[in-house]
């Protein structure tokens, strides 16, 4: 008997003293400033591999003492993007060689590409003079149909005293932005940077292969570059299009991979090699990793209440009303407009899918559900120092706040997917996470 309760307590102690390495350890990891117990203790479950074992985990945390922790790479807003983390990248883009956008695939049917520019088949206004680089008058355009650089340009003022850029024409010279009858805006969101679709019922699919639904446009948006197999064929990663999911009428906003075959023919996009290859996400091959079941968390986490009984959330506020208002990922962004990037934009969305991102905060590469068959799936999560990143979550900007105020911390960790199409590396949310049991 005195033997057997030798044995249990030594069990007992080694299952003590392994606990407790667990959670300094996962101590370390916590990327945070000053932190608050309840939003600890969810960090710690999280991350903890120890939380699978319930009561023990609870009665080690109530007994541990809270740290400051501090986090493995910090990166500020106005550093986002830029080497801080040699996984946080700044995409695609060259612009000093003629790269028109930073995400957008161009439609090669108006854009083309020679020899090192992009060229977009625009308009001018009757009687448009054209200039050399001096701003020199060389004449007349006998034509209204004209090719245009928009990445080269010359700014000055010219005899009036009044600013103007020009612009670029293939073979000719420089023409006023005021003499192009089409505007910026009305060229980012036009046929230049759209793909016409077939006529016929197409869908639009997770990274995985299944499909998430109806697409429910002409056209699609293309990230530049993102293209892969799945099941032997070729896929195209569209964003910012429709679809109708199952079951409801209403359309909604996603992002998503769609069939190569379903773009009108003539359409396809035609990357750069060169840029292409620069947008290959980087790999921790040697690495060590760590396994976790996507789950795309929960957007209103909360993290406890107010002396009013209001409820605290992880991610976001409750407003006057009660409703709950998400956080931003950058400072001084309008609680209503066009430009949301919301914390909760890299959680688990509406139709129960979650991105994985080109960089921290940012782009995304790859859409995946979290519910459906073959899941949960699995996040290798590498262990790399580069490979986990905190941001400042900011209150957007309304009647109550500047929309620079620091609200909350975000974590995002690297690693990556096995998909179909290979292994899809990528950044994803700490909250989006559970710890393979």
Not at 141 to 167: G, H, M, Q, W
Not at 200 to 223: E, M
Not at 267 to 283: A, G, R, S
């Amino acid at each position: 008997m005195k033997k057997i309760l030798r044995l249990f307590l030594f069990f007992a102690l080694a299952i003590n003293l392994y606990a407790s390495s667990l959670i300094l350890k996962a101590a370390k990891e916590i990327e945070r400033s000053k932190i608050s117990e309840p939003e600890l203790d969810s960090n710690l479950r999280d991350i903890n591999p120890c939380n699978a074992t319930g009561q023990m985990f609870e009665k080690l945390f109530k007994q541990s003492k809270i740290f400051d922790f501090k986090p493995e790479i910090y990166i500020p807003a106005d550093k986002r993007h830029q080497g801080l983390s040699r996984f946080d990248l700044l995409p695609f883009t060259d612009r000093q060689k003629g790269d028109p956008d930073r995400y957008r695939a161009v439609n090669p049917k108006y854009v083309k590409r020679e020899n090192g520019h992009y060229y977009f088949a625009l308009n001018v206004k009757a009687d448009t003079h054209y200039y050399d680089e001096n701003l020199k008058d060389r004449g007349v355009l006998s034509d209204t149909n004209v090719k245009v650089d928009l990445t080269e340009t010359i700014t000055a003022k010219p005899n009036d005293n009044k600013t103007e850029k020009y612009v670029y024409v293939k073979d000719k010279g420089y023409v006023p932005v005021s003499a192009l009858t089409q505007t910026s805006s009305e060229i980012r969101a036009g046929r230049w940077f759209h793909f016409p679709i077939k006529s016929g019922k197409h869908q639009l699919y997770d990274g995985t292969g299944i499909a998430r639904g109806k697409l429910a446009a002409d056209s699609v948006k293309l990230n530049y570059g993102q293209k892969k197999k799945i099941n032997g064929e070729n896929y195209y990663y569209a964003f910012s299009t429709k679809i109708i999911v199952y079951g409801d009428r209403e359309a909604i906003g996603a992002s998503g991979w769609i069939k190569a075959s379903a773009i009108q023919a003539g359409n396809d996009p035609q990357y750069d090699i060169e840029f292409v290859k620069k947008m290959q996400m980087p790999t921790a091959a040697d690495d060590r990793f760590t396994n976790y079941e996507i789950t795309g968390g929960n957007p209103q986490e909360t993290i406890g209440g107010d002396e009013n009984g209001k409820k605290k959330y992880k991610f976001g506020y409750a407003d006057e009303k009660g409703e709950f208002v998400a956080y931003k990922v950058l400072p001084g962004i309008p609680l209503d407009g066009n430009r949301s990037i919301a914390s909760t934009d890299y959680l688990k969305r509406g139709d129960n899918v979650v991105n994985l991102g080109f960089n921290v905060a940012g782009v995304s590469n790859d859409t995946f559900r979290v519910s459906s068959a073959n899941r949960p799936l699995i996040f290798h999560r590498s262990a790399d120092k580069d490979a986990t990143a905190v941001i400042d979550l900011f209150y957007p900007k309304d009647a109550n706040h500047d929309g620079e105020k620091i609200a909350g911390k975000m974590i995002f960790v690297y690693g990556y997917v096995n998909t179909p199409g290979g292994k899809r590396w990528g950044w994803i949310p700490l909250s989006a996470l559970k710890p393979k049991s």
